[in-house]
Nanobody, 119 residues
Framework: QVQFVESGGGSVQPGGSLRLSCVAS????????MAWYRQAPGKQRTVVAR???????IYADFVKGRFTISRDNAKNTVYLQMNSLKPEDTALYYC?????????????WGQGTQVTVSS
């Protein structure tokens, strides 16, 4: 099974930027949709951005205009550029693939990478 390792998180002030990376243990070229999710303490995990192999992107309303998802299949890596960060963006960020029917590629969520936005 392909597994994903997230990195790039950290602490930043409001308005700051971070670039998250998600490196897969195997090829992502055959994974139709890659996605970033986040989960804040006491809240449900929520999808924040998705990208297909065709380059189509879909963003959650709360990140539109601020976040950009991209993928480099040759490097088996997915990125999430996060700009204009807000305190409410504070969460543990995960990546995963989505197969036909909405089935996720990695059925056991990894460690994720922590993003903390505060003054």
């Amino acid at each position: 099974q392909v597994q994903f390792v997230e990195s790039g998180g950290g602490s930043v002030q409001p308005g700051g930027s971070l670039r998250l990376s998600c490196v897969a243990s195997g090829s992502i070229a055959t994974i139709y949709t890659m996605a970033w999710y986040r989960q804040a303490p006491g809240k449900q995990r929520t999808v924040v951005a998705r990208i297909t192999n065709f380059g189509t992107t879909i963003y959650a309303d709360f990140v539109k205009g601020r976040f950009t998802i991209s993928r480099d299949n040759a490097k088996n890596t997915v990125y999430l550029q996060m700009n204009s960060l807000k305190p409410e963006d504070t969460a543990l960020y995960y990546c995963n693939g989505i197969m036909a029917g909405g089935v996720i590629v990695q059925n056991s969520w990894g460690q994720g990478t922590q993003v903390t936005v505060s003054s």
